[in-house]
């Protein structure tokens, strides 16, 4: 099986910052990968799909990209309504569907 | 407007049963494969169970195969989670999720549904 590993797992920065979280597939996936964003409480909400399509709607301080088999999904300057818990998936090998561990952001 | 609005969760016994139901509206359901992922208290998502758009092909993730069924009605815009054998390792916030379209493959989950708790406890 293809294991995705995100990182961090958790992450502190100041308002204004950019912000990069990382997932790490263990072997290739193409750009079969997606990022979602979880706000305390709330619903996953997507963000990107296919490695850096922007799904609409989604502020354009959001980007993902991809080099190889790491995939990073870049916050260009943090904004408060941008704490949450962010998971990367995969979906590559349908029909099965694997998420990151999620990487936890605040505000410093 | 997309919506997907889940209902069926509540306590349960261990080996116990439940159905959860997520009504969709605002889209042709039938064109559409679903999902179902679960959540549970404090941890990461788990993708569960998946449909096709005509309902002519399932899978599951091994935690539990054998154990739940995941069916839809598109005459009732309506997607189904039967659980059978719950264990206590299944209580979860349940969300049902559409995919991009009508096959399992290449799917991203977008949008999801509000969720329903599930507790298995005794």
């Known amino acids: 099986d293809i294991q995705m590993t995100q990182s961090p797992s958790s992450l502190s920065a100041s308002l204004g910052d950019r912000v990069t979280i990382t997932c790490r597939a263990s072997?290739?996936?193409?750009?079969?990968l997606a990022w979602y964003q979880q706000k305390p409480g709330k619903v996953p909400k997507l963000l990107i799909y296919?490695?850096?399509t922007l799904q609409p709607g989604v502020p354009s301080r959001f980007s993902g990209s991809r080099s190889g088999t790491d995939f990073t999904l870049t916050i260009s300057s943090l904004q408060p309504e941008d704490v949450a818990t962010y998971y990367c998936?995969?979906?590559?090998?349908?029909?099965?569907?694997?998420f990151g561990q999620g990487t936890r952001l605040e505000i410093k | 407007e997309v919506q997907l609005l889940e209902s069926g969760g509540g306590l349960v016994q261990p080996g116990g049963s439940l159905r959860l139901s997520c009504k969709a509206s605002?889209?042709?359901?039938?064109?559409?494969?679903m999902n179902w992922v679960r959540q549970s208290p404090g941890k990461g998502l788990e993708w569960v169970s998946g449909?096709?758009?005509?309902?002519?092909?399932?899978h599951y993730a091994d935690s539990v195969m054998g154990r739940f069924t995941i069916s839809r009605d598109n005459s009732k815009d309506t997607l189904y989670l039967q659980m059978n054998s719950l264990r206590v390792e299944d209580t979860a916030i349940y969300y049902c999720?559409?995919?991009?379209?009508?096959?399992?493959?290449?799917?991203?989950?977008?949008?999801w549904g509000q969720g329903t708790l599930v507790i298995v406890s005794s």
């Open positions: 999720a559409k995919g991009p379209g009508l096959l399992l493959r290449f799917c991203w989950l977008d949008p």
């Open positions: 605002g889209f042709t359901f039938n064109d559409y494969a």
């Open positions: 449909i096709t758009g005509n309902g002519g092909s399932t």
């Open positions: 072997q290739g996936i193409s750009n079969y």
């Open positions: 296919a490695a850096s």
């Open positions: 998936q995969k979906y590559n090998d349908a029909p099965s569907i694997t």
